[in-house]
């Protein structure tokens, strides 16, 4: 009899671990699209001066800030990515490589810090370049969408810039 429930034992642990090899290979998988973030920030500022700081460092009213970030899909393709600031508060503008806008579908709009990807981006370089107009705590928003389900997509993410 103990030979027997080990034979049952082993066909169903079988059964188990195959059902969870195939459940992988159905091309179904979902995860939350990322935003990586530069901690190295370009800045230029109204004297002239160019130099790097970190992203949480104060910066002045009329400096120029360019932040590389990198956007991911993971499993899935990018869609969109939108990134939203009180107008009266900060100029914001995307920049994109010449070699990447085939990536981007023509509804994109780098001025107003808005790209729609095209078929297949599972990874997209991108800089944020922006410019306070006053100052105080200044919120920057960020949304990145992917071919995820909706519990998993579209990513939310913002970050408070200081200018004195």
């Known amino acids: 009899m103990p030979h027997t429930m ?13 059902i969870s090899f ?3 290979l159905t091309g179904e998988a979902q995860s939350t699209p990322l935003i990586q973030v530069s901690k190295t920030v370009y800045r230029a500022t109204l004297a002239g001066v160019h ?17 590389p970030l990198m956007l991911y899909g993971n499993y899935n393709n990018l ?18 490589d010449s070699a990447c806008l085939a990536l981007l579908d023509t509804t994109s709009a780098l001025d107003k810090a808005y790209l729609c990807f095209a078929k297949d981006v599972y990874i997209f370089p991108t800089e944020m ?24 997509s579209p990513l939310n993410a913002w970050y408070i810039s200081t200018v004195r």
């Open 22 to 24: 195939t459940s992988c």
């Open 129 to 152: 370049l922006y410019v306070p107009k006053k100052t105080g705590d200044l919120k920057i928003s960020m949304k990145l969408a992917s071919t995820a389900e909706a519990k998993y």
């Open 6 to 18: 080990k034979r049952i034992f082993f066909f169903i642990a079988l059964a188990i671990i195959s």
């Open 51 to 67: 130099d790097t700081i970190s992203l949480t460092d104060t910066i002045h009213v009329g400096d120029t800030l360019r932040v």
């Open 79 to 96: 869609t969109e990515f939108t990134v939203t600031v009180d107008a009266a508060e900060l100029d914001m503008r995307l920049l994109v």
